[in-house]
């Protein structure tokens, strides 16, 4: 094992980012060392760099989806072995977050690798499943979550079966898998926004209809009705700008469920004449409600190898660490349609 590493350091808050070496650490309680060989980016990264958001301490190295290889595995750690190919949540302080060559994942939010999952598609899928399971899966009472039952959980297996669901920006991370889980819970009609381009693909996640997301706020509920005549109880907004909030709630049905991942921006309005409608704002892949939530890690080696849970379309950024910097770019310019992008931090010069 090397005693040094390379880091992607954001050097203050709002500040630059910046590679330099720092220390490979020790794994505590609970903890992996794990040798990153894939890394997913994410908006909040760019989000967190640009506006200051979350990080207190600086430097602070973000990240949150990783994929690679067990270094190290601390006393009384079950379940894993030096050498095993494994995908993690990443992203809660900086030792365990992605933009560098080694982190800790916890063990309880890491699952071993099926060997026809590569790296950079494992890398595509923590916090998009993960923010996915923990809005329609975690209990209510903290308005984290829907509080259905899971899939993976005895019995939960095509549970809400007949029972549509809608989910806004299907081709998103955050949209796929939502698109996948509802699929294992049996929801049928699986209906999504996304552009038309992506429509066969989200079909073959498990969406029986895509309907274009340009579609004005009153052509939607039209179309919406010619596919079901049933109340839409659960609408995800895996966007959840102001123009897809307010779309949304207008379809959500009232005593209804409507899953949002951003703070909420509902027409003050348009809430006050349908109040009775539940508005669930989910922010945090690996906050609030997490009990409940992370239980998928147990199952989800089984799940990959299975095909329930597919992961996304990957584009390699070249250069390692520093691929970075573009990635971001890309995502904040939205110039990223449907893939997720990944960086290789062992290739950091
Ligand atoms: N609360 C949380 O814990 C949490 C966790 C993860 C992400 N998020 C947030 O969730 C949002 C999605 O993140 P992500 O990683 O899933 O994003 P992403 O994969 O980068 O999203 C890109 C996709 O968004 C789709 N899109 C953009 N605007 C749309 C609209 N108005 N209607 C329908 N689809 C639209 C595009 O679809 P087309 O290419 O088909 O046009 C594109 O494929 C971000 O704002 C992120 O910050 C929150």
Redesign the pocket.
């Known amino acids: 094992m090397p005693a040094q590493q390379k880091a992607l350091l954001l050097k203050s808050k709002k500040g630059q980012f910046v590679i330099e070496d720092i220390s490979v650490y020790k794994p505590g309680a609970d903890q992996l060392l794990i040798r990153i060989e894939s890394t997913g980016l ?3 990264d760019w ?1 967190i760099a640009e506006y200051g958001l979350f990080r207190e301490e600086y430097p602070a190295i973000l990240g949150f989806d990783a994929a690679g290889v067990v270094e190290e595995v601390a006393e009384g750690v079950q379940g894993f072995a030096k050498g095993d190919r494994v995908l993690f949540q990443a992203g809660r302080d900086n030792s365990a977050s992605a933009f560098q060559q080694y982190a800790l994942a916890e063990a309880h939010l890491t699952a071993r690798l099926p060997s026809k999952v590569t790296f950079d598609q494992a890398a595509s899928i923590p ?2 499943l993960n ?1 996915a399971a923990l809005g329609l899966f975690t209990h209510n009472i903290t308005l984290d979550g829907a509080d259905l039952y899971p899939p993976w959980r005895e019995g939960g297996r095509g549970k809400y079966a007949g029972k549509p669901i809608m989910i ?2 299907g ?5 796929q898998f939502t698109i996948q889980v509802a699929k294992l819970s049996g929801f049928s009609p699986i209906i999504t ?3 038309p381009r ?1 429509a066969d693909m989200l079909k073959a996640l498990g969406a029986t209809h895509v309907l274009d ?1 340009n579609l004005s706020s009153n052509a939607l509920p039209e179309e919406i009705a010619k596919i079901t005549s049933q109340p839409l109880e659960i609408v995800y907004d ?4 102001p ?2 909030q307010n779309a949304a709630y207008d379809v959500t049905a009232p005593d209804g469920f409507l899953v949002l ?2 703070s909420e921006a509902i027409d003050a309005s348009k809430k006050a004449s349908h109040p009775e409608k539940n508005v669930i704002v ?4 690996s906050g609030r409600g997490y009990e409940k939530g992370d239980r998928i890690w147990r199952t989800l080696t089984e799940l990959l190898e299975e095909g329930a849970i597919k992961p996304m379309r990957v584009e390699v950024l070249p250069g390692g660490l520093a691929g970075v910097l573009k990635g971001l770019e890309l ?1 904040k310019n ?1 110039q ?3 893939a997720k992008l990944v960086v290789h931090p062992q290739e950091t010069a």
């Open positions: 994410n908006p909040a989000k916090s998009g923010t806004f920006g081709s998103s991370c955050v949209g926004t996304a552009s992506n997301r895996a966007i959840s700008i123009s897809t991942v951003h989910h922010i945090g892949a995502l939205e990223v349609s449907a």
